[in-house]
């Protein structure tokens, strides 16, 4: 099976930082990676498919990148709204990262 | 603009087999080249994938949960269902279901939409 690791599990941030968020592939995955966000009580929303295609109607300060083995979720001015826990998600054995709460610093 | 809405009994007793329906709204559960799946959340904590199903009844599952999984389709009704037998504390969970498009020319879609899920507790 391919285990996904995502990094850091949490961190805090101040609106208008920019962020970063991990998911390594424990073989190669080619691109077959997308990022989910999760705000409390709700369903995931997809956000990038395909390691760096951005879903229609999610804004530009989303971007993904990585192929392989590494892969990267980059929120360039976080927002508030953007506070939330965010997920990968490989699609070779359908695993999902263990998420990265984003807090408010 | 399709939607999923997952229902079914919010409280199973241990051993017993939970059942969840996923209905679709908004579009033919036939059409297009999608797969059906159910993923799960136990509270606070991170989201497990269980299973899929394509409208011609070919299934595949987590390898974890396999011996106790079935995923079924009802296209008359619209309609995707999950049993899961024996169950434990373990299982308690909300329980999503989504939709996921096939991989296409190398690109892979992931799920979208989900259902707003579903809170199943496992207790006597």
């Known amino acids: 099976d391919i285990q996904m690791t995502q990094s850091p599990s949490s961190l805090s941030a101040s609106v208008g930082d920019r962020v970063t968020i991990t998911c390594r592939a424990s073989q190669g995955i080619r691109n077959d990676l997308g990022w989910y966000q999760q705000k409390p009580g709700k369903a995931p929303k997809r956000l990038i498919y395909?390691?760096?295609s951005l879903q229609s109607g999610v804004p530009s300060r989303f971007s993904g990148s990585g192929s392989g083995t590494e892969f990267t979720l980059t929120i360039s001015s976080l927002q508030p709204e953007d506070f939330a826990t965010y997920y990968c998600?490989?699609?070779?054995?359908?695993?999902f990262g263990q998420g990265t709460k984003v807090e408010i610093k | 603009q399709v939607q999923l809405q997952e229902s079914g009994p919010g409280l199973v007793k241990p051993s017993q087999t939970l059942s969840l329906t996923c209905t679709v709204s908004g579009g033919s559960i036939s059409s297009g080249s999608y797969y059906w799946s159910w993923i799960r959340q136990p509270a606070g904590k991170g989201l497990e994938w269980i299973g899929r199903i394509y409208t011609s009844g070919s299934t595949n599952y987590n390898p974890s949960l396999k011996s106790r999984v079935t995923i079924s389709v009802d296209t008359s009704k619209n309609q995707f269902s999950l049993k899961l037998s024996s169950v434990t504390a373990a299982d308690t969970a909300v329980y999503y279901c989504a939709r996921e498009e096939y991989c296409t020319n190398g690109v892979c879609y992931g799920f979208d939409p989900w259902g707003q899920g579903t809170l199943v507790t496992v207790s006597s």
């Open positions: 998600l490989q699609h070779n054995s359908w695993t």
């Open positions: 395909a390691a760096s």
